[in-house]
């Protein structure tokens, strides 16, 4: 089993909807969670960054950390063609210090269709 | 004015060849790391490097020698390639060891033996 689990997709939508975008992870010593987007033929570039459990906002994204469930999303709302791209989601364990490095999911392709 | 620049872009070569990867980031980080992503996205750290010395060295064959000349460059060397090492290579940098600072990636170098 991989430490973190994502469903790779690809995920086809129509312009304006809700998108919903999830990852479990089986190492509870997690503390950082990350969503990285990663469009056609590029590098991924982070997008969310929440440490530890609850919410964050940040214009239409919106990134929930449920430790207990060990479960995290990513939800984007009114959602546009510009969307479309994989979303990777990443964690790590808290720093302190020497060896640590973040795991990355699969990723999930999205597709948002006018 | 590129972040975290790579070269080549594109490299279709033979088994058995040698290979080198050059990466070079003008974001004054002192951490920098190699990924592999394969053909189902999946990105896995290979390397990574702080202020020159290696502190993340994964399981990869021996075959892969990184070195970084100093804290903006960071190369990866591969001798006799295979199949297998078909993938996109990524190279990224952050500042700080710890995976939970961000991480900046270039626009990989997609590999192909033949």
């Known amino acids: 089993q991989k430490e973190v689990e994502q469903d790779p997709g690809p995920l086809s939508v129509p312009e304006g909807a809700i998108v919903s975008l999830n990852c479990t992870y089986s190492n509870s010593a997690f503390q950082y969670f990350m969503w990285y987007r990663q469009y056609s033929r590029k590098g991924p570039e982070l997008l969310m960054y929440?440490?530890?459990?609850g919410n964050k906002e940040d214009g239409r994204f919106t990134a929930q950390v449920d430790k207990s469930s060990k479960y995290i999303s990513l939800f984007i709302r009114d959602s546009q063609p510009s969307d479309s791209a994989t979303y990777l989601c990443a964690m790590s364990e808290r720093w302190s210090g020497g060896y640590n490095k973040l795991i990355f999911g699969a990723g999930t392709r999205l597709a948002v269709h006018p | 004015d590129t972040a975290v620049s790579q070269t080549p872009k594109y490299l279709v070569t033979q088994m058995g060849n040698d290979k080198s990867i050059k990466c070079e980031q003008n974001?004054?980080?002192?951490?920098m790391y190699w990924y592999k992503q394969d053909s189902k996205k999946f990105l896995k750290i290979m390397f990574s490097y702080n202020n020159k010395e290696l502190i993340i060295n994964e399981t990869v064959p021996n075959r892969f020698s990184p070195k970084s000349p100093d804290k903006a460059h960071l190369n990866l060397h591969i001798n006799s390639l295979e199949l297998g090492d078909s993938a996109v290579y990524f190279c990224a940098s952050s500042q700080g060891q710890g995976a939970y600072n961000e991480q900046f990636f270039g626009p990989g170098t997609r590999l192909t033996v033949l």
């Open positions: 974001l004054g980080h002192d951490t």
């Open positions: 929440t440490y530890s459990s």
